[in-house]
Every structure is written in C-alpha cells, then in structure tokens.
C-alpha cells in the first residue's frame, strides 16, 4: 500500500508564528498536491508540484518538493487565524493508458492559529 | 461558474435505516468522485466515475453501499443499511472538464453530507 504520512498530525499555534508540515512516502511520486480544507467545508487545491525540486509560492505559503520526489512540505510564515484548517496533501499515480490516475490522500494536518 | 452542489447538507438516522446523498458536478467534468471522510483524518475514496462508467470501487463496502452516476452526470451515493460506522462526511468531487485525466488535475469538491447513524 502505498501511504501519504502527514506530520504533525495537530499544530496549535499564536497568530505570526511560522509553522512547517511534512509529507513523505516511501514511493516516488508522480506529482503532489496540496489542499485545504476549512472547517464544514470540502477540500480546496492550493498547489500541484510535479519537478523534484520545486519551489512554489502562495503569498505567505512556501511549497516544496524534494529532489527524490519521495517528500513534500508546506511552511507558513505569520501564521493568520484564516490559516485555520486541516491541510492535506495529495499524490497521484500516473494517468493515460488503462489507469484513471488513482489519488492517495494524506490523513492531514490539523492546524488552529489562536488570535 | 457554479461548484459542485451536494444534498442533504446534513441528515441524522438510525442504524439499520437506509439513506441517499445526492452530487450535482461542474457542468462538463467527466469524473465523479465520492469519498468517505471520518472527523479529523483524509478523504477516502469509495468510487470514482469517468462519465457514466465505474472506474475504481474496490474500497465501497458493496454489501451496503451502491452509487450510480446515469447520464453520466448527476449521481446518488446510498447506504441500505447504514451502521454506526458510516458516521462521516460524504464528499463529492468532479474533475476533468476534458474528459480525460492528466498528472496536475484539479478535483472541485462539493461541501459534503455529514451523515450521523444513532
């Protein structure tokens, strides 16, 4: 089976302080996406990393993805009480021929920022 | 544009009743996801469609769960009968508005039935 694992699994933490979660496997991924997931609602694309390697930036959300593309995390910086929420990351498995590109979901990352 | 629509937004029942969710997808997406999310943890995926055919149902619970998607549009997630267990989010999601899934697709889900078996 091939699992997402999340860390931490909770994060509580003072608005303006930075925060980094994690996600990892013991497979190569195709590509990683992340989302999230507000309280009530359903989950919302924030990023997709494909390049081992990768950078990318979302305002005050840093996304990177390791150079083997085992691995993959997501830092805040001055955290927002709108930052509250459960982040998950997300792989698939390769598209085209047979394969519908089967997505495996991380169990996520909790995380609630105190005003 | 709208979302992903998505009824009841909550229902409450007893064990060994039955009940039906309901997936209205973005107009045009050919893929249909259902998942199953329990309090605190990941979505997880009961069945997907691509337009009206079941691609992938090997973790619905086929004693009690059934979904179709007819027309290869709207689609209906029931349980017949329910257990304590199925306490969860039901979500739906759509994708690929060009029929056919790349590596980078976008799922657009729907905000979920929260289903609570007493």
């Known amino acids: 089976t091939q699992l997402l694992e999340q860390s931490p699994q909770f994060l509580s933490i003072q608005e303006g302080e930075n925060l980094t979660v994690y996600c990892n496997s013991s497979s190569v991924f195709s590509s990683l996406q992340w989302y999230r997931q507000e309280p009530g609602e359903g989950p919302v694309l924030l990023v997709t990393?494909?390049?081992?390697?990768e950078v990318k930036k979302l305002k005050r959300l840093t996304f990177q993805f390791g150079d083997a593309r085992k691995d993959s995390s997501l830092h805040i910086t001055a955290a927002q009480p709108g930052d509250t929420g459960l982040y998950l990351c997300?792989?698939?498995?390769?598209?085209?021929?047979?394969?519908?590109?089967?997505?495996?979901f991380g169990q996520g990352t909790i995380l609630t920022v105190h005003p | 544009e709208a979302g992903v629509a998505q009824s009841p937004r909550y229902k409450i029942i007893e064990k060994r009743q039955s009940v039906a969710f309901w997936c209205n997808p973005i107009?045009?997406?050919?893929?249909l996801y259902w998942y199953q999310q329990i309090l605190g943890q990941g979505p997880k995926l009961l069945i997907q469609?691509?337009?009206?055919?079941?691609?992938?149902d090997s973790q619905l619970p086929k004693d009690r769960f059934s979904a179709e998607r007819l027309k290869g549009v709207d689609s209906t997630l029931k349980i017949q009968p329910a257990k304590l267990e199925d306490s969860a989010v039901y979500l739906c999601?759509?994708?690929?508005?060009?029929?056919?899934?790349?590596?980078?697709?976008?799922?657009?889900f729907g905000s979920g039935t929260q289903l609570s078996v007493l």
């Open positions: 999601a759509s994708s690929s508005p060009r029929g056919t899934l790349t590596t980078n697709e976008k799922l657009f």
């Open positions: 990393v494909v390049t081992g390697g």
């Open positions: 997300v792989r698939r498995r390769n598209a085209g021929g047979t394969s519908y590109g089967k997505l495996t």
């Open positions: 107009s045009g997406h050919a893929t």
């Open positions: 469609f691509q337009n009206n055919g079941v691609v992938d």
